[in-house]
């Protein structure tokens, strides 16, 4: 079985400095990992994800996130926050194949003027 | 690109009432998965398909039936509709056999009054 932790439920950044959205995650098999971003009222974005190639992964709008096995960690980075990015994000894993996603319980991410 | 297309977007339905989305996934795509998403939630998974066959089920209730069909659209059936099936209800599809990422509609709000 999989599971994600996401271990903030709300995060609160001023515009220009750095984001870290925490995650942790519990698979039986070599995961596929995901960060997903939804704005109010909106879809599911996909920001980038790790499929057991490059252990640090770069998304869109410059976020990136770093798979650590030893620690089992997929954590979201960005290094300056931009207003655009308020938002709810989503922490994602599936063992692979046709296994179903497990998301996180999410963290909503305020950027302060 | 195409992408994955549901409809309706909005659906106000009364108590006890029936109601069906519908998810159409982006072409190529052999894989459906379904979810619902509860106010201030995360996506709870509800049912996904492989090639027109059921391929796992989470948490949906009886009263809900969903299909795959020939096409590779799929439905999902709500009967006897409850207060506490409000939510945002997506989809998501992708295709197994190139291990694509899961893409997601833009949901399908349903209100239940």
């Known amino acids: 079985a999989q599971s994600v932790t996401q271990l903030d439920s709300h995060v609160s950044v001023s515009e220009g400095t750095p984001v870290l959205l925490r995650c942790n995650y519990s698979?039986?098999?070599?995961?596929?990992l995901f960060w997903y971003v939804q704005h109010p009222n909106k879809g599911l974005q996909l920001l980038l994800k790790y499929t057991s190639a490059a252990t640090l992964v770069k998304g869109i709008n410059g976020f990136e996130a770093e798979f650590k096995k030893s620690e089992t960690s997929f954590h979201l980075t960005k290094p300056s926050a931009h207003m655009s990015d308020a938002a709810e994000y989503f922490c994602v894993v599936t063992p692979g194949g046709n296994e179903k996603l497990t998301f996180g319980t999410g963290t909503r991410l305020t950027i302060i003027p | 690109a195409a992408g994955v297309i549901q409809s309706p977007r909005h659906l106000i339905k009364e108590k006890r009432e029936t109601a069906t989305l519908k998810c159409y996934p982006i072409p190529r795509h052999d894989t459906v998965y379904w979810y619902q998403q509860g106010p201030g939630q995360d996506p709870q998974f509800l049912i996904s398909f492989y090639e027109k066959m059921q391929s796992d089920k989470g948490s949906i209730p009886d009263r809900f039936s969903a299909q795959q069909f020939s096409d590779y659209h799929s439905e999902l059936n709500m009967s006897s509709l409850e207060l506490g099936d409000s939510a945002l209800y997506f989809c998501?599809?992708?295709?197994?056999?190139?291990?694509?990422?899961?893409?997601f509609g833009q949901g399908t709000r349903l209100t239940v009054v």
């Open positions: 998501a599809s992708k295709n197994l056999g190139l291990n694509t990422e899961a893409f």
């Open positions: 698979s039986s098999y070599s995961p596929s």
